[in-house]
């Protein structure tokens, strides 16, 4: 618990991707600041990570523009299916009965 | 007033809810045929327990949480497929170098990470590639979180995981990423 300030670069790095959605901590920043400090490679892995959250961020904003839906022809078959697995349910039932 | 009742119409349900189904699905899984094959199941698992609707809910909504509980098991199954795509790790994980970076996985410079190369079309290609290298599970977090922009506490809910849990896979994915996007594109 002494060391609650210096956390490893494994540390670091995982509250680095998490102030990328910007849901760390106020505490989290202080400690990944001060690791920041003592090491260059996570401090280059954020210089990185700021890149690569703008090049997700444009493939968000492609995705959500794109509706995609289930062809015709699949939907004809899903109804087929559908109606089949009817017919065996009811015949089923009424076996019951 | 009484309440309204609703009632199920399955002759209907491919036209009416398919496509809001199909877009339910593939938000979560990112894969065409298996979010097909997840409303398809939905379809059949609603006609099976049809008699158990109590009306409360509409239709659509009833639906939605069958699909729901199917993205769970297959959540489930891919969280439990041990061996399948090996995840690298990127630091040690015990020892004296517990939580150090692994030598060979030390970020490297990249010289041309300019904020024109983000609208490169090879570039996006690459990253799907790199999307669909990652293991499913770590995918299926990943995309929902950054790609569909969907809040943790969700996702969360959504997949029956903790935050914490959430924040270990994203670490992971967005690590094995930046690798496989240095690999693949930073070094050529």
Redesign the interface.
């Known amino acids: 618990m002494a060391n609650k300030f210096f956390?490893?670069?494994?540390?670091a790095?995982?509250i680095c991707?998490?102030s990328?959605?910007k849901?760390a901590s106020f505490f989290e920043i202080i400690q990944l600041k001060l690791h920041f400090l003592v090491c260059k490679?996570c401090a280059?892995?954020s210089k990185?990570?700021n890149?690569?959250s703008?090049?997700?961020k444009?493939?968000?904003t492609?995705?959500?523009k794109e509706?995609?839906?289930?062809s015709v022809k699949?939907?004809e078959e899903?109804?087929k299916?559908?109606e089949q697995?009817?017919s065996e349910?009811s015949l089923r039932n009424n076996l019951v009965l | 007033m009484a309440e309204q009742q609703h009632i199920l119409y399955p002759d209907f349900w491919v036209d009416k809810h398919s496509d809001y189904l199909f877009n339910f699905a593939i938000a979560r899984i990112n894969n065409y045929d298996l979010a097909k094959d997840l409303v398809q199941e939905t379809f059949f698992a609603g006609l099976k327990s049809a008699k158990n609707f109590e009306g409360k809910a509409s239709e659509r909504t009833w639906l939605v949480s069958i699909l729901k509980r199917k993205i769970i098991d297959h959540y489930r199954k891919i969280n439990s497929i041990k061996g399948q795509a090996e995840v690298k790790m990127n630091f040690y994980e015990n020892g004296d170098n517990e939580g150090s970076w692994i030598e060979e996985r030390v970020p490297q410079s990249w010289d041309n990470d300019t904020e024109k190369s983000i609208e490169n079309e090879e570039l996006k290609q690459q990253l799907d590639y790199c999307i669909s290298k990652l293991p499913e599970k770590y995918a299926m977090v990943f995309t929902m979180k950054t790609i569909q922009e969907f809040e943790t506490e969700e996702i969360c809910k959504e997949l029956e995981i903790t935050s914490s849990n959430l924040w270990v896979m994203i670490h992971r994915a967005r690590t094995q990423l930046r690798k496989c996007i240095e690999d693949n594109w930073f070094k050529k």
Do not use: G
């Open positions: 956390i490893s670069c494994d540390e790095t995982t991707d998490k990328q959605y849901e490679v280059l892995y990185q990570n890149f690569l703008k090049l997700y444009s493939k968000a492609n995705c959500n509706s995609i839906c289930i699949e939907k899903i109804k299916q559908l697995l009817k349910l």
